[in-house]
């Protein structure tokens, strides 16, 4: 299974973007890269899944660079309510989720 | 109503006993997992179940034991807790979808205490 690296921790001030890069670099050609939000007390919520390019959906962007060997995660404009921890995950989800490993995450931190 | 419940939400234990955390769904999903998040770390795959036939260990089996009553419900028994098992469990359901569109759904977490 491909290994996931990610920052630890971010800050940000409320209406910036926020881009937290994960680096994958052993993906495999059937891997999907998908990211997960887990506020305080609470099960993580599927955010966005890509394979390559661009995915865009009403919460955030993903942008996957050709080699496909690390993804960026964008949210526009946050706000308080995005303080949480993001979760970069890559696996053959198609083939069972049960593959897909979580890691430590990102601790996202937006400040007034 | 949330689709994936969990009970209880809270519970507090002693070494040695045996207790069983309970998972209900209403997605219709067959799929079904249980994980288990300690303090800073990720989430750690305990068992899944793809079908109420099937049972499958995950990451961290030992110590754990599952039963899938129905489609709808899936529990994990700790048939004698130990201190290092307290931690926040979570149950989860999927569907496979078409090609990598399977997502998992997580119940808000049973927040377990061994003493």
């Known amino acids: 299974l491909a290994k996931t690296t990610q920052p630890v921790s971010m800050d940000s001030y409320e209406g910036q973007e926020v881009n937290i890069t994960c680096s994958h670099n052993?993906?495999?050609?059937?891997?999907?890269i998908t990211w997960y939000q887990q506020f305080p007390s609470q099960g993580p919520r599927f955010i966005i899944q890509?394979?390559?390019t661009k995915v865009t959906n009403e919460v955030a962007s993903l942008f996957i660079p050709a080699d496909r060997k690390s993804s960026t995660l964008s949210l526009p404009r946050v706000s308080l309510s995005d303080t949480a921890v993001y979760y970069c995950?890559?696996?053959?989800?198609?083939?069972?989720?049960?593959?897909?490993?979580f890691g430590k995450g990102t601790k996202l931190s937006v400040i007034p | 109503d949330a689709d994936v419940t969990q009970t209880p939400r809270n519970r507090i234990t002693k070494t040695g006993k045996r207790i069983m955390l309970e998972c209900s769904q209403t997605?219709?999903?067959?799929?079904m997992y249980w994980y288990r998040q300690d303090p800073g770390l990720g989430l750690r795959l305990i068992y899944y179940?793809?079908?109420?036939?099937?049972?499958n260990k995950g990451e961290i089996s030992d110590g754990y034991s599952v039963s899938r009553q129905a489609q709808a419900k899936f529990s994990l028994s700790l048939e004698s807790a130990i201190p290092n098992q307290t931690a926040l469990y979570f149950c989860?359901?999927?569907?496979?979808?078409?090609?990598?569109?399977?997502?998992?759904?997580f119940g808000s977490g049973t927040q377990l205490s061994v003493l």
């Open positions: 997605k219709g999903h067959d799929r």
């Open positions: 995950l890559v696996g053959d989800s198609g083939a069972g989720s049960y593959q897909l490993t």
């Open positions: 052993n993906i495999a050609t059937n891997d999907y």
């Open positions: 179940s793809f079908d109420v036939k099937d049972i």
């Open positions: 989860a359901t999927s569907e496979p979808g078409q090609g990598a569109d399977e997502k998992l759904f």
């Open positions: 890509g394979y390559k």
